[in-house]
């Protein structure tokens, strides 16, 4: 019995990917399908990083073609090209960096730092180069997260920096540039003059992600950076407890005033295991992230736990990604990186360099 091309697509559109949640076929993820004999060979592009997640892939695919009469094995060939995504109108592209997306959250002590670092190492360990701009200027934290806060940029030519390279990310903070325990005295104007020659004077190399981690609040870091950074998509972080989400969605609407996409909401403390006993209990509240998902109609990118490990690898230089790169909260960290980058994939791309650039000369 021969096999065509429509009926392993037919087969294929039975299994809804878990993070564009939908079809592959409908996602236009499928590249080509080839058929020999009983084999049939075929390639995907993912558009997001997934290096951890393709084998579980393969497996619900296979099962799905190998049904088929006259198909007795289905070979995958996995792409992750990623692309750079469209951003705010009339905002210079970043040398070196695809995709920026802003790491934000309304108020402080929500973990936003630590997410971040985390997100970061997550789509590093899914096959994609990343980087990751501390944006706090008063308070920056990433150097010491990193295990390097007594690193120094190097500079080649004295006006532009290379980035610090640690645990396999690129990073530039001004932690790097003053001593930990100096206080940044700086009005407004200063402290965003800082921010963009951070961003704009790093060598960055091939980055696919550049994770910008925003200090809290919605003050002149965050218009500097919805004005003059070609932000792809922002992530908020919140608690479940009230007044945290209320501060995360005064974040959202200054998001959706300048126009940059949110690509979804963390939930971060979520719940607490006693350590000692393993009782669970909800001490910041319950279901905050998922009912302000739910508001606002954006994705809600996953919960983790408020746990001591993530805390004390943090604040010890290896973060949990890297710390425990098997362990459980490393799974969610990673979930968490795809189901973020997976619906950055499926915005508009940018093609603005794909364009000539036009030249007039009088000769």
């Known amino acids: 019995m021969s096999v065509d091309a429509t009926q392993i697509e037919a087969a294929l559109k039975e299994y809804t990917d878990p993070y ?3 079809d592959l076929v409908s996602a236009n993820c499928i590249k080509n399908i080839a058929i020999d004999g009983t084999t049939a060979k075929i390639d995907v592009a993912l558009g997001f ?3 951890g997640y393709t084998e579980t892939l393969a497996n619900e695919l296979k099962s799905k073609v190998e049904a088929i009469d006259g198909i007795d094995s289905a070979e995958f ?5 990623i692309v750079s995504h469209a951003a705010q109108k009339g905002v210079s592209h970043i040398k070196g960096v695809k ?3 802003a790491v934000a959250s309304g108020k402080g002590g929500v973990g936003k730092s630590t997410t971040s670092v985390n997100l970061a190492l997550a789509l590093a360990a899914d096959g994609a180069n990343v980087g990751i701009l501390d944006a706090d200027i008063y308070g920056p934290s990433q150097p010491r997260m990193l295990g390097v806060s007594d690193a120094k940029p190097e500079s080649s030519d004295g006006t532009t920096m290379e980035p610090v390279i640690s645990l396999g990310l690129q990073s530039m903070s ?3 540039l003053i001593e930990e325990d100096t ?7 200063m402290v965003t003059q800082a921010l963009e020659q951070l961003l704009n004077d790093t060598t960055w190399r091939e980055v696919d992600y550049l994770v910008i981690d925003l200090p809290p609040g919605t003050g002149d870091t965050q218009l500097t950076l919805a004005q003059k950074v070609p932000v792809s998509g922002a992530v908020i972080v919140t608690t479940p407890q009230d007044i945290a989400l209320l501060d995360a969605r005064k974040a959202y609407k200054m998001f959706e005033k300048v126009e940059v996409p949110v690509l979804g909401v963390i939930e971060n403390m979520s719940i607490h295991i006693c350590s000692e006993c393993g009782h669970e209990e909800n001490i910041f ?3 905050g992230g998922q009912k302000m998902s739910e508001d606002f109609d954006i994705k809600f990118l996953g919960a983790l736990p408020l746990d001591m490990q993530i805390r004390q690898e943090a604040d010890n230089g290896k973060p949990t990604v890297a710390a425990d790169p098997d362990g459980r909260v490393t799974e969610i960290y990673k979930d968490i990186a795809r189901r973020t980058t997976a619906k950055l994939a499926q915005q508009a791309k940018d093609y603005s360099s794909k364009f000539p650039k036009i030249v ?4």
């Open 49 to 51: 990083p997934a290096k």
């Open 77 to 81: 060939n996995f792409s992750d090209t």
């Open 285 to 287: 509240g319950e279901g």
């Open 99 to 101: 995709n920026i997306i």
């Open 183 to 189: 206080p940044m005295i700086w009005r407004g104007p």
């Open 174 to 176: 001004i932690g790097y």
């Open 360 to 363: 007039i000369a009088n000769d």
């Open 20 to 22: 564009l949640e939908k």
